[in-house]
């Protein structure tokens, strides 16, 4: 490789029209970086992905491979020297596994001896012994074992550079996980630079030693993976964090996990009125207020059939709620407290007392399970 | 006379009007591809001319195979020459169809990923898009060689001879042997070669994609 920067992008620019799918990004891609590209569906990162092997052209700036800028390459001597892996595998269903791996080393027009020897020792590596795998179809072959195939076939001809385009997005968790592992082991192995899109922050999380974030054709931030968890450049990046990664679970405030608009009453109400509200919600306690929406205390079905008396107001039988959290806290200490007490729920307060909504058990769980598994995409 | 006794005495001329027949077929059927199979090909780049010609080629399918013989006999003359060239226009659009639409869809993510790896348009051409679509084409294939072998028989009337000869002199003169001799030996080819070209579809289509059937 010529400098230190194996790849390029200066001024890169792409129109579809009047609207802009790139808009006006810079990227240094360093010889041997694992770099990945992530956003939202739209926000560009494919495109810029394709520009790198001129799949797209842009419409304005430019972009180097050591060294050379890539306009002035032919695109098929290019991308016969840039591995590419897609979403949807593209193995040719009409050539067997082993063709399929041979594709490019016999594009480069490598000798037979080369190429056989380059392809049956690929598919060891990857765990497909050649003697089952290589005269099978894809379409005899798993999700995993195809997209397995299709990365050996994008590192077959020995590129510097590989691009991947979401190369893991349509496998189950666990296929995907070994394969990112495996993945994030050939480039340790063969020191090639990769760029890897993805919409999954855990995903690029796991993968990259740089983190390009991208928002509506525009790179928000790079970073290593570390400092965009620490230091997120904006909301967005923030927002986007805390919907694909568990390390954030601890900046959640109370207001994110909490369920607003509980059942209210106030002091003057009658004990049969509560109890068909009780019964209309499905709910076996209410929160009093005052006329303003203070927090005065609740009132539960036990305490009405204990000692209500039929046509009496609940004022007498008001108890402290078990627990009360300020709306503007962190929800690690909620559902700390809330683990602590044995109740039901939690009341959230804000600064004037007033109440915001409650946590319950289930919304626990519920916005835990999202912090550690993620939740879709968006 | 029984048939047995006629084919016994005649069974030459059967012969000769067999010959005839099966090298007029293979004759059109062959330039039928020639010009089909590279037209189906070159319509995939030019979206445009593709609605237009395939629309043209379903006119001129329409037709009547007599009325287009008439045509042929009026430009061309007698004999084999007319006869051959207004079956190469039947033969042709079964074939142009089949090598278009089969083309057409082969999935675009495999021609990405073609061009992805490297591969220069001819070679997404003859390695992916060409192999995948290959059983559409010999299926458009099959439909015109049956079509041609059946047709062929009315080539008879402009003198190019085969077996339709044989079933026009027993229509004219009463002869059911005559007319068995010649419908009988035209209706086995039509079905030996549909036979032969699915034997051949079947080793054309790669093991891998054997679950997705060519269109008929």
New interface residues.
């Given amino acids: 490789m010529g400098g230190t920067y194996v790849v390029s992008l200066r001024n890169i620019t792409k129109r579809y029209g009047a609207s802009e799918a790139v808009n006006n990004i810079n990227l240094e891609i360093r010889d041997g970086q694992f770099v990945v590209l992530v956003g939202t569906s739209g926000c560009g990162k494919t495109t810029t992905l394709k520009m790198i092997n001129r799949l797209i052209e842009p419409t304005s700036g430019q972009i180097l491979i050591a060294g050379k800028d890539i306009r002035t390459v032919n695109p098929v001597e290019l991308r016969k020297n840039i591995g590419y892996v897609i979403q949807q595998v593209g193995l040719f269903p009409n050539m067997t596994i082993l063709e399929n791996v041979e594709t490019v080393p016999k594009l480069l027009k490598w000798p037979k001896e080369k190429y056989r020897r380059k392809a049956l020792e690929l598919l060891e590596m990857a765990g497909l012994p050649s003697d089952v795998y290589a005269e099978k179809y894809p379409s005899e072959l798993s999700g995993g074992q195809q997209q397995r195939i299709g990365v050996l076939r994008a590192l077959a001809g020995d590129p510097p550079l590989v691009l991947m385009d979401e190369p893991f997005g349509a496998l189950d968790p666990i296929t995907r996980d070994s394969l990112q592992d495996e993945v994030k082991k050939l480039h340790k192995d063969l020191k090639k630079t990769f760029v890897f899109v993805t919409h999954d922050m855990s995903e690029a999380v796991k993968m990259a030693d740089v983190i390009v974030f991208m928002d509506q054709g525009s790179i928000v931030q790079i970073a290593p993976p570390e400092e965009i968890l620490e230091h997120p450049a904006n909301d967005f990046v923030r927002s986007f964090i805390g919907m694909h990664t568990a390390s954030d679970s601890n900046r959640l405030s109370v207001a994110d996990v909490m369920r607003a608009n509980p059942a209210t009453v106030t002091r003057d109400r009658r004990t049969l009125e509560c109890i068909s509200l009780m019964n209309a919600k499905g709910i076996d306690s209410l929160i009093v207020t005052d006329e303003n929406g203070a927090l005065e205390g609740i009132i539960t079905i036990e305490a009405i059939r204990r000692s209500g008396k039929p046509g009496a107001t609940i004022d007498s039988l008001i108890q402290k709620p078990a627990g009360t959290v300020a709306v503007t806290g962190s929800a690690k200490e909620a559902f700390d407290t809330l683990t602590a007490t044995q109740a039901e729920y939690l009341v959230v307060v804000d600064e004037g007392n007033r109440v915001a909504g409650i946590i319950t058990r289930t919304g626990m769980v519920k916005s835990m399970a999202q912090a550690l598994w993620g939740g879709d995409s968006q | 006379m029984s048939f047995l006794e006629y084919l016994q005495t005649d069974w030459q001329a059967v012969m000769n009007a067999l010959l005839v027949h099966v090298q007029m077929s293979l004759l059109s059927t062959l330039f039928a591809v020639l010009i089909a199979v590279p037209a189906g090909i070159l319509l995939t780049r030019h979206e445009k001319a593709a609605k237009i010609v395939l629309a043209v080629a379903g006119v001129v399918q329409t037709i009547p195979g007599l009325v287009m013989l008439g045509i042929g006999l009026l430009i061309f003359g007698l004999g084999m020459l007319p006869s051959v060239i207004v079956l190469i226009a039947y033969g042709v659009l079964p074939i142009l169809q089949n090598t278009y639409t089969g083309i057409r869809e082969v999935d675009r ?2 021609t ?9 348009n001819r ?1 997404v051409l003859t ?2 898009e060409l ?2 679509a290959l059983p559409a084409i010999v299926a458009g294939i099959r439909l015109s060689v049956v079509y041609i072998i059946s047709w062929a028989t009315l080539a008879a009337l402009i003198g190019a001879g085969g077996l339709g000869d044989l079933i026009w002199t027993g229509l004219s003169c009463y002869d059911t042997n005559m007319i068995l001799a010649g419908a009988i030996p035209a209706s086995l080819l039509a079905i030996l070669a549909g036979f032969l070209i699915d034997l051949v579809q079947k080793a054309v289509t ?4 054997k ?1 997705k059937k060519g269109e008929e």
Avoid: C, N
């Avoid at chain 2, 990405?112 to 220069?120: H, L, S």
């Avoid at chain 2, 790669?206 to 994609?209: D, E, H």
């Fill in positions: 993510l495999y990405e990923a073609a061009r992805g790896i490297g591969m220069t070679q390695k992916v192999p995948i790669p093991r891998g994609m679950t």
